[in-house]
């Protein structure tokens, strides 16, 4: 093991949220430490000159910042609104996780399949079980991908899940014991991430012990919120039942003390400026999930609203609400919700999002989400090389009028076909 050069047109995004073009780049990195020595550009041009297709294309890794590992299996399959999706479809396929040797394939299947799409850090719920996260720990370790995971905390009867469900204090051991084992594990690649499903199957003690017990251990917290109106209606009466005055989901996360600057909240599709207020005040993310809100049905979230109230917001493929574990699908389907909702808004347009943005948001932004921006997210010196190498097939090179970020970003977004991931690298070791 030494030193490893990769050579090709390079994009990377910069701190400032630009996205730079390093034609005729290389990057040089240490296999051993795993970090980037140099980057730069090659002092003599290729014969091929500015011909785009017989040159490899290097990306820093993306970071999906939430999944569902347990879900894959089930990824494109019947289609519903949220709640019956998860009752019918989503439970009976996660209380699998019980059959270790199961979640040991599904996981090696998963962390497989995120890597050969170019995703080197991954942010992903587990089962119920703690066992079976145990094991997606043991699988995610010996594959050497970046993660965060957590075991799924409910303690809430909704009538839904096909399992007893554990007590409050059951999760929260669990979850610590599985934090204390695997928490900054395997030279740092893996971290725990404290896991509440979701309002409606977890009691307001659950989500108050849970903030109490994350924000102690400074670790990070991921639920969803907001996603559906039904489910939205369905978690305010339960809490309504049981006496909470809280007049927004959101509401139910503050008063639990569970925003704050490490808690990412995914999907946020209905949120009154009031919520979007106390999102901001707490420092909380959240993540869109484009793919898994169209499939679902659950609608088209306004990511430019969010933006002018300076929430930042990062994003994930929501595997298996979303079918897709590719990262490039997601930023087409995230860049074509931005025309939607600019289509539906007639009395306020939003500009349409643009390829450089999105790309830099599931690089650079995705990471500073996670506090990793000093380490991953780009190619810079003093990085962990986390790169993708992506080879543009020949026989397509008609698309390529131009040879501008612009133009390469939109064919790796629009075109799939146009090119193939040839390898990934994660700190340095070649995964794919
Ligand atoms: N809300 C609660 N659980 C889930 C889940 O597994 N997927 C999605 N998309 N939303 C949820
Ligand atoms: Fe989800």
Redesign the pocket.
Known sequence: MGKKRLEGKILNPNVDGSVELIDNGFVEFDETTGKILDVGRKMQKNVEGSFISSENILIPGFVDLHS?IP?LPGAAKNADE?LPW?KNH?FPLEIKFSDLSYAEKTARFFFNEAIKFGTTTVVA?SSIHKEATDVVFEVAKEIGIRAFIGKVMMDRDMKRYPEELPLMSRNIKDSLDLAKKWHNSNNGLLQYIFTP??AA?CTMRLLEKTASVAKEGEFFIQT?LA?NQS?IHFIKSLFERERHRVPTNTHIFKKSNLLGEKTLLA?CLYLSTTELQLIKESGSKIVHCPT?NIF?QSGFMPFRRYQYHEIQIGLGT?VA?GYSLSMFNTLRDTIETSKIVNLINDNKPYPCLRPEEVFWTATLGNATILNLGSKIGSLHPGKDADIVVIKPEPSFSFYNSSNSIVNILENLIYLPHTYKISSVYIAGKKKF
Request: glycine content about 6%.
């Open positions: 569902h879900q949220l998860l989503i719920y499903r979701f199957s969803h996603e489910e999907h898994s679902l929501d609400g």
